[in-house]
């Protein structure tokens, strides 16, 4: 079973920056198998998607919420097997608590995700 495990949350100042991490463990995981999704969810309110990262015949590919586009970017190191998502230019709404998950062999976070990590919060305030 593929166990995700976010990590990097915390409080940080309007227009500051945060990474989140988000470390995979599982024999034979190899993180470009899978679609990696960053979610994040306030309560009360659903769940929506950030980023999304995906590989398709040797390609990359990534996509964004158009709130976060331009200011917040998502990355993966295969050695770590690791997936990051850097945050710039942060905004009180960029709080709440962000998930990665994972689906095995998708192109894209549209559809159901496979495995889900518990979350670390992020709160933006100053």
């Known amino acids: 079973q593929l166990r995700l495990v976010e990590s990097g949350g915390g409080l940080v100042q309007p227009g500051g920056s945060l990474r989140l991490s988000c470390a995979a463990s599982?024999?034979?995981?190899?993180?470009?198998?899978?679609?990696v999704g960053w979610f994040r969810q306030v309560p009360g309110k659903e769940r929506e998607g950030v980023s999304c990262?995906?590989?398709?015949?040797?390609?990359?590919?990534?996509s964004y919420a158009p709130s976060v586009q331009g200011r917040f970017f998502t990355s993966r190191d295969n050695a770590e097997n690791t997936v990051y998502l850097q945050m710039r230019s942060l905004k009180p709404e960029d709080s709440g608590t962000y998930y990665c998950?994972?689906?095995?062999?998708?192109?894209?976070?549209?559809?159901?995700?496979?495995?889900w990590g518990a979350g670390t919060l992020v709160t933006v305030s100053s």
């Open positions: 998950a994972a689906a095995r062999g998708a192109l894209d976070c549209l559809g159901g995700m496979d495995y």
């Open positions: 599982s024999g034979g995981f190899v993180v470009d198998d899978y679609a």
């Open positions: 990262m995906s590989r398709s015949e040797g390609s990359a590919y990534y």
